[in-house]
């Protein structure tokens, strides 16, 4: 099997005892994708078949020994029946939460629905070696990726802000040495990022947070002065200044920050670079995989 642990809504999924499940198996990677024709103007009227992803399906099968205590086998059939069972209410999705730890002792974590709940496939009731085989399919709900469980934290005072050349010329209003902040993501998809910027000094409006990879900008039309707190959220798109929304203050052509590989961003104002000791500033975001 690919992952080493496995649990949803942390109740673990594999195992009752040390000596219950014998052998699991689970495709934890499969997203099914659409092949959907669409009439795009840009192709002159031809349909073609864009692939996407839609859903991600999670099928888990293991085999357990037969428990000849009757009583703990019961009570393990019906920890399981209990974490697998289907929702009942239908004024709601019920959602789970799916955690795999992989090989590598990566964290994932995805937001599933039960598919198909536990069932049994196979069995022997033989005296020697008697088992259960059990299946489960789960199925992703809001979205198919994965994300990491470990929050990263790019922040003012770590070495990964800036003071090293770029590979191309900035524009001329920066500074001789520019205060770049380099954020790193090793999967393969973007990743939304918040933002949280405290001010020490002024900074008159707008407020930009330039992508210098993406050359794109996220943008504020606000003055701040020192003990502001900003928060710019992609996950949430949300925009708060002090704990207060100020989301109608963004800039038209805004583009919500999102990190891939390596994404470079830089922070100025009106008069153009801030210098650090202006603000400080910690970027979170979590790897993601798809």
């Known amino acids: ?47 073609v078949s864009p692939t996407y992803a839609r859903v991600r399906v999670i099928t888990l099968e293991w085999v357990s020994d037969r428990i000849w205590n009757p009583l703990e086998e019961q009570s393990s059939i019906e920890y399981l029946q209990k974490i697998f069972a289907l929702q009942w209410a239908l004024s709601s999705l019920e959602e789970k939460e799916l955690y795999i730890k992989d090989l590598y002792d990566n964290e994932w974590i995805l937001n599933v629905k039960i598919k198909e709940p536990l069932d049994i496939v196979e069995w022997d009731d033989s005296f020697v070696w008697s088992y259960w085989k059990w299946r489960v399919v789960l199925e992703s709900t809001k979205e198919p990726i994965y994300k990491s469980l470990n929050e990263i934290l790019n922040s003012s005072l770590e070495w990964n802000y800036g003071w090293f050349n770029l590979g191309f010329k900035l524009w001329n209003s920066f500074n001789e040495i520019d205060n770049i902040i380099e954020c ?64 109608s203050n963004r800039l038209p052509w805004s583009m919500w920050v999102r990190i891939l590989e390596t994404t ?17 500033i910690n970027i979170y975001f979590r790897n993601s995989l798809l």
């Not at 642990?5 to 594999?14: H, S, T």
């Not at 470079?264 to 400080?280: H, Q, R």
């Open 184 to 247: 790193n993501t090793t999967w393969n998809i973007d990743t939304p990022a918040r933002i949280e910027i405290t001010v020490n000094w002024d900074i008159n409006k707008p407020l930009m947070i330039r992508d210098l990879t993406k050359k794109t900008f996220f943008g504020l039309d606000i003055d701040a002065v020192a003990w502001d707190k900003i928060v710019i959220d992609s996950e949430f798109y949300t925009v708060t200044k002090n704990w207060e929304n100020i989301l």
């Open 1 to 47: 099997m690919d992952f080493k642990e496995a649990k949803i809504n942390w109740q673990d999924m594999l195992k009752w005892s040390s000596s219950w499940i014998v052998y699991t198996f689970k495709d934890w990677r499969k997203v099914l994708t659409t092949d959907n024709s669409e009439n795009i103007d840009w192709v002159h009227g031809r349909n």
């Open 264 to 280: 470079k961003l830089l922070i100025e104002d009106k008069d153009g670079n801030i210098p650090f000791n202006d603000f400080k």
